[in-house]
């Protein structure tokens, strides 16, 4: 059988010459949809492709965007936190100074004892009433010192906790000289501030937890589609 060359169809068919003219136009014509046809499918497969990639080299420069943010967020909390921790510190070093300074300040104050004129006749029982009546004296003087002070260390709005929440350092220095007079006194305001400072690291290491926390929440949400 002999082949027919698809250029002498089209001839022929143009032509109207030959046996094959007729259904040469029928396949020119197929041909030629078809070949439309598949060109647009083609340029929209291609249309389609180019815009996938490019929404998801879009996605990935933001994903990218999101995590330097991230970093960049985590950084900047870390310089907080940081700064927070050396400011307590620094706190906490200028008031142990202090107190230091009023302790010893009043150890000295107690070490000076007036001078007593000698009589030249001293009646001992006297002596001996007087010595007891002071040791009462003094005794009840220490039981009230304690009372009050262990009521003064829990006060709600001006103990030792409200005076280290508010920064007030005169306030604790009378605190911290009280509180040098009793035996073991200084005990419980030390147990007070640590506990203070205590809270307050742990608070800013939870604030710039949660911070970091939402943020990558934040980010996660954003790039779920692409997930």
Known sequence: MPIINGRDVIAQAQSGTGKTSMIALTVCQVVDTASREETGALQAAKNKLEKQ???LTWRLQLEKRMR????????????????????????????????????????KAAEVVPIIQEVSVVDPVMLEKLTNENEKLKKV???LLVTYANRLLEKEHSGCRALLRDDKVEDLSRMYRLYCKIPRGLEPVANVFKQHVTAEGTALVQQAKDAVS???????VLLHPIL
Do not use: G, M, P, R
């Open 53 to 55: 990639v490019e929404e």
């Open 68 to 107: 330097v943010d991230l970093e960049e967020a985590k950084t900047q909390e870390n310089a907080k936190l940081q700064s927070a921790l050396q400011d307590i510190q620094l706190q906490f070093k200028e008031t142990k100074e202090l107190l230091a300074k009023e302790c010893e300040t009043a150890k």
């Open 141 to 143: 003087q220490h039981e």
């Open 214 to 220: 939402n943020y990558v929440n934040f980010v996660v």
